[in-house]
């Protein structure tokens, strides 16, 4: 019985003597001044060491005590000291009264004498002593009853859940209490707060439905209003005493309750109560005998009333500003009450303009700081100002939702509205938040709303009530939480132990009032929730955020010596990974046990996100493909009330790179990319230089060629002015025969170096003109080629064969090419096959090859091997018959033709046996769909029959010298601009004996003389000094005077560009130099013909009605009449149809109208008519009177003035001319 106690100060020991013999078991400190000393078997003692003392206690004084064996001891904060001994239950020893009181717990079972309980005590944060004592049971400790009070679920009950006999129990630092019971595990204990109060107002009924409240209302005698969905309207008094209900006879009693639930209520400032009902439509309530009792009137919905209720569910009633009564119904729309008649304006009757369509269900009426009235419906919000002076003039808004719209309302069935102390209005939504009015505009209505979504820490975006507390925050009810709204710090707070206090049960919408003393009353499926705000204390509590698990490509990493993690991951505060372990994963846990499935959790990796990543309740972070470098990993989470704490927990991560990432790597890159671009810059200075050298080298080829075609261009008119004369002279008979024999010679080395120059350009053509493929006979094609040499070939005593194998089969191919193609084949084989012998031209089918092949073989002095390599090379000859000069380019346009059309040639030759050129043609078009230098004309045209005119020309050009005629004024005028003086001296002197000639020597000077002299004709070349040819037709066609005068080119340029855009600007014919003289004048002769033509159809028979003769239905006569000359014609007939019964309608006049002097219009008409403007006029009204009598509606006479011709014997005359019969007659034959 000895204890020792040290003396810090002087480090010395002092022996305390105790007087019993028993082993000390235990030593506990009591408070400051008190310590308690245990034995083992004889009591305890206590010893107070300012007062020197020392105190035994046992079953002497303590008579409680039967035994003196103490077990163990525990001292709580009230510094009651609790002992176990032998006996059952628990002793408790107060230290300031010094008694002792023994407290037994009745067990569960007789299964404790088998199993012996646990004993343990401990204190929780409340400071609740909480007892497990021997012989079972388990009980905390009530100071002020000073009894031990047994916890237990309830025994009876469905939701018993643990047994009263335990292995242990522990507090956490939340308070919570966990159990580990002996029949069912582990069991986590939360106690509710206090402030949170949940009543019943219906106990003496079974079913729900009876304690589902559905309105709340404190009258100005606080007396509290409670409805619920059993019928029952309650009223508590001041003290929250349950008084009874409304009665049908006005009394508040338990007897025959009001018929209808009451779904709202409002108070006026008289007293007045109004009960809005569902299906029973509405009370009024007049206070009667000092508010014990009320008058009741009832307003219903009448079909034979007009200004009854417009409906009989009533789910909110309003008082505005001017105290007026407005009444919302689901189904009906808004009702005004009018208090002196006691009748209802709605839609039916004064409210024209409310939008029913939209506001037919409301389920609450409020009012803004503006004053306005705002009508939450299910299709969204109707808003109308209330300072009007006659329903029918009120003006409503609209307000649904919009997709996308981020300024508008977020969900168009609006539950509850709450206006603000300081004016603020906010609208509680179903799926769609809560919402605020943010602005409003110039009408005073709102303009626009701020939305506050889950996303901004609500728990639900479904809101069934907001109210407002004395402090000015937001309550808002959802289906199952309470959320706490600061509107100046825009944070929520959700209490999860409303949750557990309605145990799952939902909030009623719109059941809400804040009571005069500063309590909120809620109602709920299950009766009623009272709250008192300033009891409320925010959850401090901050969580403790473990990381559980790291996962690296989906898999585990387990802790060991040679993993990864060498203790758990949350004793880790650094990892670090390889360049291949760059797909990890993170999951944690905030250790908050009061309501963990309610935390939220956002985290973000410094290095790679920008932003924090708000998870919700997803407890993982997934990151892939991360880059080599350093992050760090943080996340952070709220408490199980949703409030976001500074509970931050971090994890350094950090990835190395590979070799190939790592600095040397990069030096060696730099390395490589400096040879490499050595490398290149040396393969690009070798390129370019050798890219010099044959752009150097094309230039030269360019300008060699440019310059033969120039030449050849320039060589073309003096050969005109050679060949025209000479063949003039040959065909005189007076020309002596030795001459003519010399002359031909002439024309014969003429017509050579025609071919000469003709092929020069060919080739230049071929080289730059685009292909123009289309499906060709190739057979028959080659057949009628052949046909314009076999007079040739006959002369020069040569057999020509030809063989068609292939019928009509067709290839795609361009018909002038392969033209010129064949004729350069069979030129060179007649030039080199002798007297006697024979050509033969086969087509057939290259079944190897699949295509078709044309063989050209004859029989002439062949080529050596050496000679067939360089065959095809440009400019080269190899002939050594200085009698047979070649420019050497006749093969070579055979080889370009070939290699655009993606075809082979084969040559096989011998010397002294012959030779044969064989080129192989794919079948289909496929083979051109991938070549820029391709058209495909997919149109059907004719490709064959007009193939000998031009190889003709090639030959001879032909010339009928016309002898010299007197000059005659009634021939057609042509003017004639060409540049060359003897080519232009030489077409006058071929077409003076029948045509008026102007000359003018470039393009400026003949559009000069085209304007003064009006001619009927002009033929003109293309290059021209000052002006060309092309910008002479185009200010010809331009100007309204010429537009009429046909245009003819006379040009030695041939390429296809120049002669598009000659025919686009209105060209007339395209004839190339060298021409034939014949078909010079014949062309002339046919576009002249082509336009008398033109003149018949507009003088020709009119047997049209009048309405046909209209200028409207004037169409397009000829594709030789240009566009201008078409619209000038029309507003010709079109002035003289528009007035044609003015007989005082002048030709001065109609020129006027259509903006031309009378000289050029008399011009212009004349050539497109072949009619002077009289007679033109004439002919139009005699014409369009005819049409009138055919008519049958008009008397001779009557026609005659009608198309201005008062002399009826006149008009017969006229008449008779053109349709060779009287008008009387005429009509007559028309019956």
């Known amino acids: 019985g000895r204890v020792w106690i040290y003396n810090k100060k002087n480090k010395h020991f002092e022996l305390l003597k105790t007087d019993s013999s028993s082993g000390i078991c235990h030593i506990r400190k009591i408070n400051d001044g008190q310590v308690l000393i245990a034995t083992e078997s004889d009591g305890f003692y206590v010893r107070n060491r300012f007062a020197g003392t020392m105190n035994k206690y046992d079953s002497s004084n303590l008579p409680v005590i039967k035994s003196g064996k103490i077990i163990s001891c525990f001292v709580d904060k009230s510094h009651n000291v609790w002992f176990e001994m032998e006996e059952s239950g628990v002793f408790k020893f107060n230290i300031y009264t010094r008694q002792m009181k023994h407290f037994e717990m009745k067990t569960e079972s007789a299964i404790t004498n088998v199993f012996p309980p646990n004993f343990f005590i401990f204190e929780d944060l409340m400071n609740r002593v909480w007892v497990h004592p021997r012989g079972g049971g388990f009980a905390y400790y009530d100071p002020e009853q000073d009894k031990l009070l047994p916890f237990f679920n309830e025994p009876y009950s469905p939701s018993w859940r643990f047994s009263n006999m335990m292995h242990t129990a522990f507090p956490d630092r939340q308070g919570n209490l966990w159990l580990s019971t002996r029949s069912h595990g582990l069991e986590k204990v939360i106690f509710n707060n206090e402030v949170f109060q949940a009543e019943i107002v219906d ?166 700081r503006q004053g306005n009235i705002c009508v939450g419906t299910t299709l969204g919000l109707v808003v109308f100002s209330a300072d009007f002076t006659q329903p029918s003039s009120i003006s409503y808004k609209n307000y649904i939702r919009v997709p996308g719209d981020k300024q508008g309302i977020s969900g168009n069935d609006i539950y509850d509205i709450c206006t603000t102390r300081n004016g603020e209005t906010y609208l509680a939504t179903f799926g769609g938040g809560l919402n605020k009015i943010n602005e409003f505009g110039e009408d005073g209505l709102p303009l626009n709303f701020i939305s506050f979504t889950t996303k901004n820490g609500l728990p639900s975006d479904v809101i069934l009530t907001i109210v407002e507390d004395n402090d000015g925050k937001l309550w808002l009810a959802t289906e199952g939480n309470l959320t706490k709204f600061d509107p100046a710090s825009v944070t929520f707070e959700t209490y999860s132990e409303i949750n557990r206090q309605i145990e799952g049960q939902n909030f009623s919408e719109g059941s809400r009032v804040t009571a005069k003393d500063g309590t909120i009353y809620f109602g709920y499926s299950r009766g009623l929730i009272s709250i008192n705000p300033e009891k409320v204390e925010r959850n401090t509590f901050s969580p403790y955020i473990a990381l559980t698990k790291l996962k690296i490509a989906n898999k585990d990493v387990e802790v060991g010596e040679d993993s990864l993690l060498k203790q758990s991951l949350d004793d880790t505060h650094y990892i670090n990974l390889s360049h291949t372990q760059n797909f990890i994963s993170i999951e944690f846990a905030a250790l908050d046990f009061i309501e963990s499935s309610r935390i939220l959790y956002s985290y973000k990796l410094d290095g790679f996100d920008t932003e924090w990543v708000t998870s919700g309740k997803q407890r993982i972070a997934n990151y892939t493909n991360l880059t080599p470098g350093e992050y760090v990993f943080r996340v952070r989470s709220t408490n199980s009330d949703g409030i976001w704490m500074d509970n931050e927990r971090i994890l350094k991560i950090e990835i190395t790179p590979s070799f190939w990432q790592t600095g040397w790597a990069y030096l060696l890159y730099v390395l490589l990319i400096i040879l490499v671009l050595f490398i290149i810059l040396r393969v690009l200075f070798v390129f370019y230089r050798l890219k010099d050298k044959v752009r150097l080298e094309h230039e030269q080829i360019e300008m060699r060629t440019r310059f033969f075609t120039d030449i050849s261009h320039e060589i073309r008119t003096p050969l005109t002015m050679i060949v025209s004369p000479v063949e003039n002279i040959i065909d005189d008979d007076n020309t002596p025969r030795e001459v003519k024999s010399q002359l031909q010679l002439v024309l014969k080395n003429a017509n050579r170096m025609l071919r000469m120059v003709n092929q020069i350009l060919d080739f230049r053509k071929i080289q730059k003109q685009k292909l123009s493929i289309q499906e060709l006979p190739i057979g028959q094609y080659v057949l009628e080629i052949c046909n314009n040499f076999s007079k040739t070939a006959e002369a020069q005593g040569i057999n020509l064969k030809v063989h068609n194998h292939i019928g009509y089969d067709k290839i795609w191919a361009d018909r002038d090419s392969i033209e010129k193609l064949i004729f350069n084949l069979l030129s060179n084989a007649i030039k080199y096959t002798p007297i006697g012998k024979e050509i033969e031209v086969s087509v057939y089918h290259a079944k190897k090859e699949n295509g078709v092949a044309l063989e050209v073989k004859d029989q002439g002095k062949g080529m050596s091997k050496d000679i067939q390599n360089k065959l095809f090379v440009r400019f080269s000859s190899f002939n050594p018959d200085k009698n047979k000069p070649s420019t050497g380019i006749g093969l070579s346009i055979v080889k370009e033709v070939a290699d655009k059309h993606h075809a082979r040639i084969m040559v096989d030759s011998e010397v002294d046996e012959g030779s044969s050129f064989v080129i192989i043609f794919p079948t289909g078009f496929q083979h051109f769909k991938d070549d820029n230098g391709v058209v495909i004309n997919l149109a059907e045209e004719n490709v064959t029959g007009d193939i000998s005119d031009e190889n003709e020309g090639k030959f001879t050009i032909l010339q009928n010298e016309v002898p010299e005629q007197p000059l005659d004024a009634g021939m057609p005028t042509i003017l004639i601009a060409e540049d060359d003086t003897d080519l232009r001296k030489f077409i006058v ?46 200010k010809v066609r331009h100007n309204e005077e010429t537009s009429h005068i046909p245009f003819l080119f006379l040009t030695a340029k041939t390429d296809t560009e120049t002669k598009v855009a000659g025919l686009d600007y209105g060209a007339d014919d395209y004839i190339t130099k060298p021409f034939s003289v014949k078909y010079l004048k014949a062309r002339i002769d046919n576009i002249i013909r082509q336009r008398k033509h033109l003149y018949e159809l507009y003088s020709g028979d009119t047997s049209k009605s009048v309405e046909e003769t209209s200028p409207a239905s004037i169409e397009p006569l000829s594709n030789q009449i240009m566009p201008q000359d078409e619209e000038f014609l029309r507003k010709v007939r079109e002035e003289i149809e528009k007035n044609i019964d003015d007989s005082d309608f002048l030709i001065e006049d109609l020129a006027s109208a259509v903006s031309l002097g009378r000289t050029v219009f008399f011009k212009k008409l004349k050539s497109l008519t072949g009619l002077s403007p009289i007679e033109f006029v004439r002919d139009f009204k005699i014409r369009y009177a005819g049409a009138l009598l055919k008519t049958q509606k008009y008397t001779v006479k009557e026609v005659s003035y009608m198309v201005g011709i008062s002399d009826i014997k006149y008009f017969t005359q006229c008449f008779k001319k053109v349709f060779g019969t009287t008008p009387g007659d005429y009509k007559s034959s028309q019956d």
Not at 991 to 1019: C, H, Q, R, T, W
């Open 203 to 368: 106990p003496n009924v079974n079913s729900t439905i009876n304690n589902d409240i559905r309105a709340l209302l404190e009258d100005k005698n606080r007396n509290l209003w409670v409805s619920t969905k059993g019928g029952k309207v309650f009223i508590y008094d001041s003290t929250r005493k349950q008084s009874g209900y409304i009665c049908t006879d006005g009394s508040v009693k338990f007897g025959n309750p009001l018929p209808g639930i009451t779904y709202c209520m409002l108070e006026e400032e008289n007293g007045n109560i109004w009960l809005g009902t569902k299906g029973e439509g509405v009370y009024r309530l007049i206070p009667h005998a000092g508010n014990r009792t009320y008058l009741i009137e009832h307003y219903k919905n009448s079909v034979d009333n007009l200004y009854s209720l417009s409906d009989n569910s009533v789910y909110s009633i309003y008082q505005d500003k001017h105290k007026r009564i407005w009444i919302g119904t689901y189904g009906g729309g808004l009702n005004l009450f009018d208090k002196d008649n006691k009748y209802f304006i709605n839609h039916k009757n004064q409210l024209k303009n409310y939008p029913i369509q939209y506001g037919s269900k409301i389920r609450v009426i409020s009012g803004d």
């Open 989 to 1034: 002197s071929t077409l003076i004996s029948e045509y008026l000639v102007i000359e003018a020597v470039n393009g400026k000077e003949a559009y000069n003389l085209a304007v003064e002299k009006m001619p009927d004709f002009i033929l003109s070349d293309i290059m021209m000094p000052e002006m060309d040819g092309v910008e002479f037709l185009k």
